[in-house]
Every structure is written in C-alpha cells, then in structure tokens.
C-alpha cells in the first residue's frame, strides 16, 4: 500500500527566498508523481506532473524531481512571493497505463505562507 | 474550457440525517473521482467511474456511502446516515487518457464543505 509523506508540514518564510518541499513515497513503483496547490476554499491546481521515466520538470519559478530509487520528490520554488502562499501536496500515481486506471495517493501537505 | 463543478459548496446537517453531492465534469472526461479530504489530510479517494462503470470503490464505506454516474457524464455522492466524522471536504475530480495511452493529469472541482453536527 503506498504511503506518501510530507515535511514539513507547515514553512513560513520572506518573500525573496528560494525553498524546497520534500515529499516521500513507500512504492516505488509508481507511474508518475505529481505536485498540486491548493487555495483555502477551493479546490486542487496541477503544477507539474513528472513521468516515471523522467528525474524533473519545471515551470516558470517551479521545479520538481523525481528520485524513484530513494522514493523522493521535491518541490523548488525560487524567489518565493506572497502569492505564493498556499498549501502543495504531492501525490503518486499507481498502476497507470493501458488498460489499467492509476490510482492517486496524497501526502498531508506543506501549508506555505510567504510574509511581504 | 469549463472546470469541474460541483454543488452545494457548503452543506451543515445533523447526524443520522441524509446529504447528496453533484458533480459535473469537464465535457468529454470519460474518468470521475469522489475524494474525501479531512481537515490537515490529503484527499483520499473514495470511487472512481470510468464512464458509468466503477472502477475502484475499495475505499468507499458502502454501509452509508453510494455513488452513481448513470449516463457516464454527472455524477452523485450520498451519504446516508452521516455521521460526526464525516464532516471533510468532499471533491470530484476528472480526467482523460492522452492518445499514447498516458492518463492525463485530474481536474479538481472546488469541493463540496461538509460539517456535520
């Protein structure tokens, strides 16, 4: 059964700054690891999904990789803005692919709050 | 493109009583989620339908939790009695294969508030 863990839980920091948010998985055998935010109120936004095959993806100030070995993700998000304030989840996808339909575990979050 | 919808947006009931959610997924997505997401959680998958056929609902508490798609487009969560711990955010969510094979990321609706009393 995959178990997929989020540290830390909660990370408050000033604008400008560049973080990491770490997220790990018991199964590595999963077809690919995704990155979400979530707003209070509303529901959840893909920001970056990253293929089994792959090691990292990027988008604007984000970037994420992938390490299936250790069953690692991390999430980077450079020059951070209050914007940016929100809570990311990671969550892996099982057993996709063909004919089979994955199945998406969460971790608990990193609630992020980024202070002018 | 429309995203994902979802109503009430809130709901307060007392226990025992009954409660049903819609969704309505992005037009032409033949895959839907109900997930259920506690205070401090991530969401936990509770049905997934492919068109109106379902898919996985190991994690559905079926002795007061049913879920329906009958024309493979909206869908129906009901709970039915609801109890204290069901009070979470309930969201649908919905996707489609990509022509490789490959499952497309999920659309997340903006979830349905629950609190039970």
């Known amino acids: 059964k995959q178990e997929v863990t989020q540290i830390p839980a909660a990370l408050s920091v000033p604008e400008g700054e560049n973080l990491v948010l770490n997220c790990s998985f018991t199964?590595?055998?999963?077809?690919?690891l995704q990155w979400f935010r979530q707003d209070p109120g509303k529901g959840l936004t893909s920001l970056l999904l990253i293929q089994s095959s792959q090691r990292e993806q990027t988008s604007g100030r984000l970037n994420a990789s992938l390490d299936k070995s250790s069953g690692r993700s991390t999430l980077y998000i450079a020059a951070s803005q209050p914007g940016d304030s929100a809570t990311y989840l990671c969550?892996?996808?099982?057993?996709?692919?063909?004919?089979?339909?994955?199945?998406?575990?969460f971790g608990q979050g990193t609630i992020l709050t980024v202070h002018p | 493109e429309a995203g994902v919808a979802q109503s009430p947006r809130y709901k307060i009931i007392e226990k025992r009583q009954s409660v049903a959610f819609w969704c309505n997924p992005i037009s032409g997505h033949a895959t839907l989620y109900w997930y259920q997401q506690i205070l401090g959680q991530g969401p936990k998958l509770l049905i997934q339908?492919?068109?109106?056929?379902?898919?996985?609902d190991s994690q559905l508490p079926k002795d007061r939790f049913s879920a329906e798609r009958l024309k493979g487009v909206d869908s129906t969560l009901k709970i039915q009695p609801a109890k204290l711990e069901d009070s979470a955010v309930y969201l649908c969510?919905?996707?489609?294969?990509?022509?490789?094979?490959?499952?497309?990321?999920?659309?997340f609706g903006p979830g349905t508030r629950l609190l039970v009393l």
């Open positions: 969510a919905s996707s489609s294969r990509l022509a490789g094979g490959q499952q497309e990321t999920q659309y």
């Open positions: 199964d590595s055998a999963i077809y690919n």
């Open positions: 339908f492919q068109n109106n056929g379902v898919v996985d």
């Open positions: 969550a892996g996808l099982d057993n996709a692919g063909g004919t089979s339909y994955g199945k998406l575990t």
